[in-house]
Nanobody
Framework: QVQLVESGGGLVQAGGSLRLSCAAS????????MGWFRQAPGKEREFVAG????????WYADSVKGRFTISRENPKNTVSLQMSSLKSEDTAVYYC?????????????????WGQGTRVTVSS
């Protein structure tokens, strides 16, 4: 069982940066692939970024590629999302998720555990 708690959300101006963190409990965290998803008001949840269990591979949605960076520190049981050059369309609740399979996936149904989310608001 893994519990995930996100932090770092807030209000930022367009063009600014924000760093989200996800703290995980559970001894098997290092075996899980991790992902960030987001859900904007009135829209469906969408994939943002993912990282394999080892951190050796990352993948991103086209909309954030080159602006967002996902990373993880297994000894600290944390995964982060560094967001730069933020746009108003990045406004959403951001969720951290863990996939037991440990392999690259951008499909929400492949993730087994989810955090409660942290809100990011980008003002233009």
């Amino acid at each position: 069982q893994v519990q995930l708690v996100e932090s770092g959300g807030g209000l930022v101006q367009a063009g600014g940066s924000l760093r989200l963190s996800c703290a995980a409990s559970g001894r098997t965290f290092s075996r899980y692939a991790m992902g960030w998803f987001r859900q904007a008001p009135g829209k469906e949840r969408e994939f943002v970024a993912g990282i394999t269990w080892s951190g050796g591979m990352t993948w991103y949605a086209d909309s954030v590629k080159g602006r967002f960076t996902i990373s993880r520190e297994n000894p600290k049981n944390t995964v982060s999302l560094q967001m730069s050059s933020l746009k108003s369309e990045d406004t959403a609740v951001y969720y951290c998720a863990a996939a037991k399979a440990g392999l690259p996936t951008s499909v929400g149904e492949d993730y087994d555990y989810w955090g409660q989310g942290t809100r990011v608001t980008v003002s233009s």
